[in-house]
């Protein structure tokens, strides 16, 4: 147990839905930044790391940086030797203080010195491994999405000091409704010595995360809809994949807008009902009936009350 609060000792299931309107959700670098869509499909896709990425960069603007493990230091990119030498290259110090090396892992390399404990990065240091108890699939819209027509809008990639111009695409799409999947491992969560109040924080920070961290140009118009942790309330459950209990029509022929698309979560109502303690964040703005069908599982509202960071 650490000092910060008491260990879990039941998993965890996540749903989060959060919608994207005339944005970029997750550009592919090897595809000049294009959204992640499958051709085939029209599903647009989102890495588990843009997830993560929200709530580190969330952490790091309201706290330091000294509070994450994959981060910069003073605004500039370090290697994993230079951020272990901040952390004293003590590893029990990086989980003591980050806590998304705690929910989400952390692979700890050092350059040029002698093997210790964890795993040997082929003998030239110490290297240490730590499998994050909290993971999240990638997100994909539950409906076909639409590029913009973006053939006369350009954005200036790069360039500005030395003043050249060097003219991209600025790719995005209409509309896209993203769900993520996640699940949280209460025995894994040991190793990382992760908390209750870990989870907690979690909980209260990826919604506002996801607000906040959105406002970039390419990234405007990401608003959560759904946050839907499910503790359960033995020891050993996992349900898997919540989305499948999610069901979502097309309306008319495109979808511009939530209005375009009929979603219900009665399943999951079923589904979920009797399994443990739901605690639940629901856009009442935007998914209305979503949100009433949820009731039907008693949650705990979120944020929770009295929770502090760090």
């Known amino acids: 147990m650490s000092k910060a609060g008491v260990s879990p000792t039941t998993n965890s299931e996540y749903l989060i839905l959060y919608q994207v309107k005339n944005a970029n959700p997750n550009g592919d670098p090897d595809d000049e930044n294009r959204p992640r869509i499958d051709p085939k499909t029209k599903t647009n896709y989102v890495t588990d790391v843009r997830l993560k990425r929200f709530f580190r960069d969330y952490v ?35 989980l003591d203080k980050c806590i998304d090396a705690r929910l989400f892992g952390a692979t700890i390399a050092k350059k040029g010195g002698s093997k210790g404990k964890g795993e040997s990065s082929k003998g030239k ?11 999240f699939t990638w997100g994909y819209s539950l409906h076909k999405v639409d590029l913009m027509d973006t053939r006369s809008i350009t954005s200036i990639l790069s360039g500005r000091e030395s003043g050249s111009l060097n003219i991209g695409k600025d790719y995005r799409v209409y509309y896209s409704l993203i769900a993520f999947y996640g699940a949280f491992s209460w025995r894994r969560g040991k190793e990382t010595k992760v908390t209750d109040k870990d989870l907690k924080v979690f909980d209260n920070f990826l919604w506002e995360a996801i607000l906040h961290q959105s406002i970039t140009r390419s990234k405007i118009g990401h608003t959560p809809l759904l946050y839907l942790r499910l503790e359960h309330k ?4 996992l ?49 209305d009936n979503v949100c009433k069908e949820l009731q039907g599982l008693n949650p705990v509202p979120l944020p929770h009350k009295g929770v502090t960071f760090p």
């Open 60 to 94: 790091v603007m309201k706290y330091g940086e000294d509070y994450v493990w994959v981060s910069t230091q003073e605004g500039k990119n370090v290697d994993a030797t230079e951020r272990f030498e901040h952390f004293g290259n003590d590893p029990d110090k990086v």
């Open 125 to 135: 240091g110490d290297s240490y491994a730590f499998t994050g108890p909290l993971q």
């Open 234 to 237: 033995d020891p050993d459950t």
């Open 239 to 287: 349900i898997g994949d919540l989305r499948r209990f999610v069901t979502v029509k097309v309306k008319g022929e495109n979808v511009r807008d939530i209005s375009d698309l009929e979603v219900s979560v009665k399943g999951l109502v079923e589904k979920l009902n009797g399994k443990g303690t739901v605690y639940l964040r629901c856009n009442n703005d935007v998914i």
